[in-house]
């Protein structure tokens, strides 16, 4: 069957086309890639729109779906957006009755991190698993669990907000909260912690090789830390042993917690496995229950390059499963 994916991103979105084979994807064709904050709300569902009939023109026969990822908060349930902090003018936009009104076709929504656990789970590394989290592990820090078998949403859809989690009374700020999981551990986290210990060698009268200039201190970001740390910069290799420690540190909870057959972490991970994980499995051989750490792996994403369109698509996919189900 043929399946519509959008991904709506707080940078970038856009509209695929692919056929599912099972176990496989294969994507058809694509939109164009739009900047979404050049668009009001409503001119880029029309957009959106424009793109669904274009491609599915190219489809062998009728699409099934849409599937429509986005980050949240959202009620998947009512097909609503709700005001995303990286979507700004978002509020209380219903998606899902849109496209359904003017395709006749089912729509159906999930945040980002829910359907990239979908796809891992329907397409990627957790394809032989039961139970796994999934861990965007970028610019924001969030979660989509795997339960038993199938999406665990929460009682009002919260589930796998795992960056509010407080793992120190004190620390770094993130997701409203300081000392955060978030706070500790994502993209912008890192990036604070860089910029903080270069400014402290500035300070020092040192000039450090991965910022040796202080007028570029606010390019730092963690993909050159990353890059540092890679390279054997002793300034960069601290930085990231500090978040994989305190990312063992919350792994180990949610090991304990949840029981997870498979974690997988996107984005930062796929690029700087080698340089986070020792310091954060140290941690967790420490912190888990020996039995719950003995069931689990932890690995990088494998859709990493495309999870967008991947997880766009598997929301359709899922949605349609579940409708069969009832």
Excluded at 118 to 146: M, P, R
Excluded at 195 to 220: H, M, N, T, V, W
Excluded at 226 to 239: F, M, S, V, Y
Aim: aromatic share 10%.
């Amino acid at each position: 069957m043929y399946l519509i994916g959008i991904d709506i991103g707080g940078t970038k979105s856009r509209v695929s086309l692919a056929r599912d084979h099972g176990k496989e994807l294969e994507f058809i064709a694509f939109g164009e890639k739009y900047y979404t904050s050049e668009y009001k709300p409503d001119e880029m569902l029309n957009v959106f729109l424009k793109d669904i009939k274009d491609l599915a023109g190219k489809a062998g026969e009728k699409p099934a779906a849409i599937g429509i990822s986005c980050g949240g908060p959202l009620d998947q349930k009512k097909g609503i957006i709700n005001s995303p902090p990286n979507l700004p003018g978002w509020d209380k936009i219903p998606v899902t009755e849109f496209f359904s009104n003017a395709t006749g076709l089912p729509a159906f929504l999930q945040n980002d991190a829910d359907a990239g656990a979908l796809a891992e789970w329907k397409y990627g590394a957790g394809q032989v698993a039961n139970s796994l989290i999934f861990i965007t592990f970028g610019t924001g820090f969030g979660a989509g669990l795997i339960l038993d078998g199938r999406l665990y949403s929460g009682a009002c859809g919260m589930a796998g907000e795992i960056g509010h989690i407080r793992l120190s009374e004190y620390g770094p700020p993130g997701y409203g909260k300081t000392g955060s999981f978030e706070g500790f551990c994502s993209g912008g986290a890192i990036a604070r912690f860089a910029r903080f210990a270069i400014e402290a060698e500035f300070q020092k009268g040192k000039s450090p090789a991965i910022c040796p200039f202080r007028e570029d201190l606010e390019k730092i970001d963690a993909r050159a830390v990353g890059i540092a740390a890679g390279k054997g910069d002793p300034l960069a290799i601290e930085i990231y042993a500090q978040t994989g420690r305190r990312l063992g540190q919350g792994l180990a909870i949610l090991i304990d917690i949840l029981n997870p057959e498979i974690i997988i972490l996107g984005s930062i991970f796929v690029h700087s496995r080698n340089e986070l994980w020792p310091y954060a499995e140290e941690v967790i051989k420490k912190e888990a229950l020996p039995v719950s750490w003995e069931a689990c792996r932890v690995v990088p994403s494998q859709l990493e390059e495309n999870i967008g369109n991947y997880a766009a698509i598997t929301v359709g996919k899922y949605g349609l499963e579940q409708m069969k189900f009832k």
